[in-house]
């Protein structure tokens, strides 16, 4: 796939979170087209705080807490926006997410290429004088919700950036 790298502005946002630890992420993102525990989550959530709803339109993002996008063993957040906080639990937690500039390439096409996305990210980021400013993120525009084909799955690989300065040290 050709990509292509665009900055974007990402507005101060509350979400709720929960955090998951993913063997393998292309076994995560099938059993999501299977059952979607994730959509239960959001359910969930909106049951017990119904003060608060999702963001209209909505965004939700994997997060990569470790700073990296990877494949296997890794740490996730799953992130969704909403309209206001609600009361934490042991399961989910609310936070406020700062405005952020990110580099946004979109793939498209299945979850488990989405190293691809990623790969060309961190280089363009080195050949355009930028560097990483915060965790990755992936945010599933198209899916298995509405997409029969994996061809036509669109998600946006997102990382946080800044541009390097002469006294910003390469990362």
Not at 2 to 14: F, L, N, V
Not at 39 to 64: F, W
Not at 107 to 115: C, D, F, I, K, V
Request: hydrophobic share 35%; aromatic share 14%.
């Amino acid at each position: 796939m050709e990509y292509q790298a665009q900055i974007r502005e990402i507005p101060e946002h509350t979400i709720y979170f929960k955090e998951y630890f993913v063997s393998d992420m292309a076994e995560f993102f099938q059993g999501l087209a299977k059952q979607n525990f994730l959509q239960d989550l959001s359910d969930r959530v909106l049951l017990e705080n119904p003060a608060i709803g999702l963001t209209d339109p909505e965004y939700n993002v994997i997060l990569y807490p470790d700073g990296e996008y990877k494949e296997t063993d890794v740490r996730i957040e799953f992130c969704d926006a909403v309209t206001g906080a609600g009361e934490d639990t042991s399961e989910y937690g609310f936070r406020i997410v700062p405005r952020m500039t990110v580099l946004n390439v979109a793939h498209r096409g299945p979850y488990h290429r989405l190293s691809e996305a990623y790969d060309f990210a961190v280089l363009w980021m080195k050949e355009n004088g930028y560097r990483k400013a915060g965790c990755p993120r992936s945010s599933a525009v198209d899916g298995f919700w509405n997409k029969k084909e994996e061809e036509d799955y669109l998600t946006e690989m997102q990382i946080p950036v800044e541009k390097k300065s002469a006294e910003t040290p390469a990362w």
